[in-house]
């Protein structure tokens, strides 16, 4: 239950891009609190407001909409946060942000909040961009109309604030200044029956014994409401009251929610001239100008496809020294750490398992921050909205969201920035969709697994050749082609959604508001740090125990050859016999890993893997590439006793994977399982920063281990199916 | 009868009535498109199969087969 706290809540609410967030970071100082509203993965950020003389609020973030009427729980956040219905807490006063260029269907949901008779103050934003466009605001009349507190403001320039700031705290000093009662009232007495009828069946928690707001609800309901609605919380008597209502007014051959809808654009078509006035003659808008282009059947996809290449680019490569800074700094802060530390168990636990797993973690940021940085300019242009118009087609015969392109390809670089970006999607579906095929798109942590798996099959001195290449190319086409299929398979059937009409509104081009944008991207990094970041950081502590011990002895042979060597060495130092060293080293590492558990589960996932073609140390490199793709080199280094910091390049690597061999003698790298192992890993989710995200965005463990098990059944197919028809065609 | 998709772009047109599901024509009324409102058909994407509308000064898009769901009569 709401608990009554001292200091007053404001709900802040307004239509998508009405600019509600900048107002939002213009009001707090970008300050704010995220959660997640109880079993939704829709958040609440809320943040505190302190008012000229002195009070303070806590103002909330309501989700952009442009009515309170909803289809699904997602869509109900909307008046759950605004009108305060149980669970949630009451707000004290509603901040309505209405965009004065589009005043009046922003003013439709300014009417519904006011018919909930909570006080209200509206705040006409963009008031600048008004007089650019020689319209004249009329506050006076907009504030006698509606009965409540009206300001025109700037939350790009700041302009109004301290005004609005004020107005907040008139009203909730004097909050029945500002609840006028509603502004359209049902005249029919039949109307008015209905409407009434439904009002009978809203609970008592929801109206709180207010007849204005029994009435507001009665109306959401009429609106909301419909025999295949996806809204569950709603009590059973007021959808079986709502539809009856419909039903009645149907058989008197009329339309209840058209009646409704039409009574409220009509008090506001009757005014609208008032509110806004025209001075000189209409231009053709700037925005208009620059859709001309922007929106050109060719030109306007070329430039969404530049615009493409250079977030791309910037993800694939920008964020590389940034990627490479943050894996020095850890490798050496964790150096420094062992040489002070005395040797033992929990300096290697501190070095090779935290803070090896926190650099694992904040190597993602640099991503993350680049991906957000972009997605909050083409929000906040209002080109994000023109994305969905350019891609809906595309993404549509696949069963997905225009906007679904965005992380589609980021996921080329690192699924982890592309499932934390689903967020542009609002409904609760198109996001879930895009994130369960995202991990197959080919990002970058599998290039240097196919770089090692096609350098081991071909001839040596080979590379760079053409059929290299177009392997390379080919498994980016495969992963595409296997994600959009998935797309389509799932969007049918897991994440089957009702087709919903593309409606938008396309907002003006405005000059982005770039301390809104950091603050974005500064949010969204906080939140992955600190809620998919621990669940990595303990995900790789596991991996580093599992590769780690037990701690056996070392064999006797391993332990007297080296204890030769270093004595030879001691006597006489010679390049050779330091190489010697090494070599034994890297031996006694291969061994170690061997005996270890994540070597016996290699062995144990060898009957699993045969039929791929793969033996047991391919299996110890597939459980070592869970903490990351990449790892899977590294591990089959330490596996096949070469240093440790080997990649894919290096010599003695590849040499040793050409000349593998099974126990009885037949080469394990042959061609065809190489090209079986690369469709492994085009297809299975190894990579635990992934689920831990999706985790975090699903707000659940269900959809990352539905993720894991039908990627990694993929996977173990299409291997099958690649290794076994080869061997039957008579591959080798 | 005549439909919003065969509105030429740049004519204006007034609606007349809404056919498709409940859910879409709510969603249509609630973004203003009531029956008697006056709009303009400000431009088309043929490649995505898309309308942008002008309706109370405001700007909206919808797909060229929901718009062909929109009854309307030319003005």
Request: glycine content about 8%.
């Amino acid at each position: 239950m709401a608990v009554a706290t001292a200091t007053p809540l404001v709900a802040l609410a307004g239509n998508p891009n009405a600019g509600k967030s900048a107002l939002f970071n213009r009001l707090t100082g970008g300050r704010a609190r995220v959660a997640n509203y109880p079993g939704l993965t829709v958040e609440r950020e809320e943040g505190r407001v302190t008012l000229p003389v002195g009070g303070e609020i806590r103002l909330l973030d309501v989700p952009g909409t442009y009515s309170l009427a909803a289809r699904s729980e997602d869509e109900r956040i909307a008046l759950l946060a605004v009108a305060g219905l149980p669970p949630l807490e009451v707000p004290d006063a509603v901040i309505v942000v209405v965009d004065g260029t589009q005043l009046a269907r922003h003013l439709y949901l300014a009417l519904q909040i006011i018919e909930l008779d909570l006080p209200v103050v509206v705040a006409v934003n963009f008031a600048d961009d008004l007089a650019k466009e020689g319209m004249e605001l009329h506050s006076v009349e907009l504030e006698r109309h509606l009965g409540v507190p009206v300001i025109a403001i700037s939350a790009l320039s700041g302009q109004g604030m301290d005004e609005l700031k004020r107005l907040v705290e008139r009203v909730l000093a004097e909050p029945d200044s500002a609840r006028p009662g509603p502004r359209w009232v049902a005249q029919d007495p039949t109307l008015l029956g209905w409407i009434d009828e439904v009002g009978r069946c809203v609970p008592e928690a929801w109206h709180r014994n207010n007849e204005r707001r029994r009435r507001a609800l009665a109306l959401w309901a009429v609106l909301s409401l419909e025999p295949d609605d996806e809204l569950h919380d709603v009590p059973a008597d007021l959808r079986l009251a709502a539809l009856s209502a419909h039903a009645a007014a149907r058989a008197a051959n009329r339309t209840l929610d058209e009646e409704i809808v039409r009574g409220r654009y009509d008090w506001i078509d009757q005014r609208a001239d008032r509110f806004l006035r025209q001075r000189g003659q209409p231009r053709v808008s700037r925005s208009d100008q620059a859709d001309r282009w922007l929106l050109h059947p060719a030109l306007g996809f070329l430039l969404f496809a530049g615009l493409m290449v250079v977030v791309f680019q910037s993800l694939f490569t920008w964020a590389d020294p940034m990627i490479g800074a943050i894996e020095v700094s850890f490798a050496w802060i964790g150096a420094r750490v062992q040489e002070l530390l005395p040797a033992g168990f929990l300096t290697d636990l501190l070095v090779e398992g935290v803070i090896a797993g926190v650099g694992g973690v904040l190597v993602f940021l640099p991503q993350i921050l680049l991906l957000f940085f972009f997605i909050g300019l083409m929000e906040d242009t209002g080109y994000m909205a023109r994305v969905a118009f350019i891609m809906d087609r595309l993404m549509r015969s696949v069963g997905l969201h225009g906007r679904a392109f965005v992380p589609m390809l980021s996921a080329y670089a690192c699924a982890v920035p592309a499932v934390l970006s689903t967020r542009t999607m609002e409904r609760q579906r198109d996001r879930f969709l895009t994130m369960m095929v995202l991990p197959l798109m080919t990002c970058s942590a599998r290039l240097p697994v196919y770089g090692l798996l096609i350098a081991a099959f071909a001839a040596p001195n080979s590379e760079g050749s053409l059929t290299q290449g177009l392997l390379l190319v080919g498994m980016y086409v495969f992963g595409t082609v296997v994600a959009l299929l998935a797309a389509a398979v799932l969007g049918r059937t897991v994440l089957k959604g009702k087709r919903v009409p593309l409606l938008l509104q396309m907002p003006p081009y405005r000059r982005p508001h770039l301390a809104t944008v950091w603050r974005r991207m500064v949010l969204r990094a906080g939140i992955f740090v600190k809620q998919a970041g621990t669940v990595i950081l303990l995900c790789s502590i596991g991996m580093w125990a599992l590769l780690t011990f037990p701690k056996a002895e070392r064999s006797p042979e391993l332990t007297s050859a080296m204890a030769q060597v270093e004595a030879q060495l001691a006597a006489a130092p010679t390049p050779e016999l330091e190489q010697q060293l090494v070599d034994l080293e890297s031996s006694a590492a291969g061994e170690h890993l061997r005996n270890s558990y994540a070597g016996r589960f290699g062995r144990l996932l060898e009957p699993v893997i045969e039929p791929l073609g793969f033996d047991w140390k391919i299996g110890v490199g597939l459980v070592g590439a869970f903490a990351a793709r990449e790892v899977f080199v590294s591990t089959m280094a330490v596996v096949y006793n070469v240093e440790a910091e080997a990649d894919e390049e290096n010599a003695t690597l590849r040499e040793r994977i050409r000349e593998a061999s099974w126990p009885d003698g037949r080469r394990v790298f042959t061609p065809l399982v190489c090209l079986s192992l690369m469709v492994f890993f085009a297809l299975a989710c190894q990579c635990m920063s992934t689920l831990a995200a999706v985790k975090r965005e699903t707000n659940s463990w269900r959809w990352p281990a539905f993720l894991f098990v039908y990627n990694g059944a993929l996977a173990w197919i299409a291997s099958f199916a690649v290794f076994q028809g080869g061997r039957l065609l008579g591959f080798e | 009868m005549t439909y919003l998709g065969d509105i030429l772009t740049g004519a204006t047109c007034r609606l007349v009535d809404l056919g498709g599901e409940a859910g879409f024509r709510r969603r249509l009324l609630e973004l203003g498109l009531v029956p008697g409102t006056s709009l303009r058909v400000v431009r088309r994407v043929p490649v995505g199969g898309l309308l942008e509308l002008e309706v109370r000064r405001c700007r909206l898009t919808l797909r060229t087969s929901e718009a062909a769901l929109v009854q309307v009569e030319p003005t």
